[in-house]
């Protein structure tokens, strides 16, 4: 049997070890041609559509001002997208998700191109049926009500990174009335109560009490009655 010449023989062992096994979990390379939908909560992103192709509803009935867009922009920063936006399959009418559209729009506009993209569940419902869920979606989100213990205490514990998103949470406490301190910031406008001395003296009988309380007060001194 010939023998391999040594560089031949080199050269092929080198390339056997460049040659992954079959058995080798080959890394993903990303495919350009793709939209990147890292935005997107990864079981929603098959229902991925353009953002372009949705259709805000001119007489939609509930309208979102700078903060709580701010807010909602705030929130898909943070979290991305993690509930889709519901529209009509035929015209692409948008039922419900409106403040999202429009916050996907500013982050989009703002340089975030990812946002070309967004989950959308296309429903078969006509005009009637649609504007119908859109009402519903919206007014029994508003029948319920906040546990102010519960959130309160929750407002306690959560701190976000974004700042859009942190201004929400306290315009929210405010709005709720609540007390909301950080556990490691004491608030300086709390006062600590004065310290109280006080002196029980005991007596022989009712006479003597009335007698010593009717001095005391006399002398300036906050006196109040005891029997035991």
Same mark, same amino acid.
């Given at each position: 049997m010939?023998?391999?010449?040594?560089?031949?023989?080199?050269a092929?062992?080198l390339?056997?070890k460049?040659?992954?096994?079959a058995?080798?979990?080959a890394?993903p390379t990303p495919?350009?041609t793709q939209?990147?939908? $890292?935005?997107?909560s990864e079981p929603l992103?098959?229902?991925? $559509?353009?953002?372009a192709?949705?259709?805000?509803?001119?007489g939609n009935?509930?309208?979102h001002?700078?903060?709580n867009?701010?807010?909602? =922009?705030? $929130?898909?920063? *943070?979290f991305? *997208?993690v509930t889709?936006?519901?529209a009509?399959?035929?015209?692409?009418?948008?039922?419900?998700?409106h403040?999202?559209?429009a916050?996907?729009q500013k982050l989009y506009a703002?340089?975030d191109?990812? @946002?070309?993209?967004i989950?959308?569940v296309?429903?078969? @419902?006509?005009?009637?049926?649609g504007a119908?869920y859109?009402?519903?979606d919206n007014r029994?989100a508003?029948?319920?009500? @906040?546990?102010?213990?519960?959130?309160?205490r *929750?407002?306690r514990?959560?701190?976000v990174?974004?700042?859009?998103?942190?201004q929400m949470?306290a315009?929210?406490?405010?709005?709720e009335k609540?007390?909301?301190?950080?556990?490691?910031?004491?608030?300086?406008d709390v006062?600590e109560?004065?310290?109280?001395h006080q002196?029980?003296v005991t007596?022989a009988?009712?006479?003597? *009490?009335i007698?010593?309380?009717?001095?005391?007060e006399?002398r300036?001194?906050e =006196?109040?009655a005891?029997? $035991?």
């Open positions: 010939a023998k391999r010449a040594p560089k031949k023989a080199a092929e062992a390339e056997s460049r040659k992954p096994k058995n080798d979990e890394t495919d350009p939209p990147d939908l $890292s935005h997107i992103r098959p229902l991925a $559509s353009p953002l192709e949705l259709v805000p509803d001119a009935a509930r309208l001002d700078a903060k867009l701010a807010a909602i =922009c705030g $929130s898909l920063r *943070q991305g *997208q889709p936006i519901i009509r399959a035929d015209t692409k009418l948008i039922l419900a998700g403040g999202r559209y916050a996907a703002d340089g191109l990812r @946002w070309a993209q989950a959308v296309f429903q078969k @419902w006509d005009a009637v049926t119908a859109a009402i519903a029994t508003e029948l319920a009500e @906040w546990d102010p213990a519960a959130l309160e *929750q407002l514990e959560v701190n990174g974004d700042a859009d998103l942190q949470m315009d929210l406490a405010e709005a609540l007390l909301v301190i950080p556990d490691d910031e004491p608030d300086e006062e109560p004065p310290e109280r002196v029980l007596l009988d009712e006479e003597a *009490q007698k010593l309380l009717e001095e005391l006399g300036g001194f =006196c109040r005891l029997v $035991s």
